[in-house]
């Protein structure tokens, strides 16, 4: 009996230890930039010492951590490309990452990540560094666009949690081509009359949310590209920037279309917008359906609720043309607060292409101590419960 025990024992020790040394390669691995050569005098190049720390990560076969600890490290326009061996990398930045003062004309993004499955960033600031190029464009004509700060390009399962991007020269964060995305806890800020530094941009994904985040900025605090669907907002500040927007659409004649959008309990302070669609006045199959916006507080925004579609910047290549874009099914319900202009609610819809299926719900919004006014252009759909100002569907 004692024999039989032993062997028991015997068997599930070695059992165990089997286990433990097939589960080794998962034991999660540190990659600390400093390591690697990374100084945090905010002057030294760092990116060589991130990108070797990506590079043995995105190559180990466990879950992974890359390490950016307390300092400032400079960091030169860098790409972090997938795919990976390693299904988890976890991006842990208690520094800041600081771009170099000086702008290119050839470079786009600043930190890309492209290709990538499973990867987090948590805590951390990104500082974009952009004031030299705004200077640039608010004197002269000849300057580049700039560069986005941080980019996720054709990837899926992306975490972006609680970090803070300051002044980027152009978008703060672009998700392109990307299924799966969680952005909470952020923080955007830049100066209000920064050009086209908006704070999230995301085009071509699906399942995108974005909660609790903060966002002060130049341009729209999220914007809202062709080819995007199931996008879930909820619990954005807003102000100072052009506010939430879908759009601008129709740009291109053949455009993948926007659907099933929600943006729920956001706050929008000082803004030039609320609640916006956009489109190009001009020829396109693109559409935008399925969207809900739901418990939102202006205060003193400028145009609260608006669908334009008849955008044509600087006169060029639209003049006289009707938006193919086709809105319809779009819900405003309880938005309250204060409109910053006369006219609160503006449904500027295509006279080819008329806005249907529109549904304003309890909504309250005043302008000053007047009754605040709607507009109304080509557009259809229904009003319930108490509509302030006075539904002009």
Excluded at 273 to 302: C, D, Y
Excluded at 303 to 308: G, L, M, R, V
Excluded at 339 to 348: L, M, R
Aim: a neutral charge; aromatic letters at 6%; charged letters at 15%.
């Amino acid at each position: 009996m004692s024999h039989l025990n032993n062997s028991s024992v015997l068997l599930s020790i070695t059992t165990g230890l089997l286990l433990l040394v097939q589960a080794l390669p998962q034991i999660i691995a540190n990659y600390n930039i400093v390591s690697y050569g990374a100084k945090s005098d905010g002057q030294t190049d760092s990116s060589g010492p991130l990108s070797s720390a990506w590079q043995a990560a995105c190559t180990s076969t466990g879950s992974s951590t890359i390490y950016i600890p307390s300092g400032t490290f400079m960091l030169k326009p860098v790409i972090l490309n997938g795919p990976c061996k390693s299904k988890k990398i976890i991006i842990q930045i208690d520094g800041t990452l600081v771009a170099p003062s000086s702008y290119s004309t050839a470079i786009r993004q600043w930190i890309m990540f492209k290709q990538v499955d499973g990867v987090s960033i948590y805590g951390g600031t990104i500082n974009g560094q952009g004031q030299t190029l705004w200077s640039c464009k608010s004197s002269s004509n000849g300057c580049p666009a700039g560069a986005t700060a941080l980019k996720f390009s054709n990837s899926k399962n992306i975490m972006i949690s609680g970090l803070t991007s300051i002044d980027s020269e152009l978008y703060h964060i672009v998700i392109n081509g990307c299924e799966g995305v969680q952005v909470k806890g952020v923080k955007i800020s830049a100066p209000g009359n920064s050009p086209n530094t908006d704070g999230i941009h995301v085009q071509m994904s699906t399942n995108v949310t974005i909660t609790s985040t903060d966002i002060k900025t130049g341009d729209d605090c999220v914007s809202i590209g062709p080819g995007t669907t199931n996008l879930w907002i909820e619990r954005v500040t807003c102000g100072p920037g052009h506010g939430i927007s879908i759009g601008s659409l129709g740009k291109e004649k053949e455009e993948e279309g926007v659907q099933n959008v929600v943006v729920k309990n956001t706050v929008f302070t000082g803004s030039q917008n609320g609640l916006r669609i956009k489109t190009w006045g001009r020829p396109s199959n693109g559409f935008v359906k399925g969207v809900l916006f739901e418990h939102a507080l202006m205060q003193n925004v400028e145009n609260p609720i608006i669908i334009d579609q008849n955008y044509c910047p600087h006169n060029n290549g639209c003049p006289n043309q009707s938006s193919g874009v086709k809105i319809s099914g779009v819900t405003y319900n309880f938005i309250q607060g204060s409109s910053a202009t006369e006219v609160a609610v503006n449904f500027d819809c295509s006279p080819s292409n008329p806005c249907s299926g529109i549904v304003m719900e309890d909504i309250k919004l005043t302008y000053g101590n007047k009754p605040a006014e709607s507009s109304c252009k080509n557009v259809d759909g229904t009003a319930s419960g108490l509509v302030v100002p006075p539904s002009c569907l």
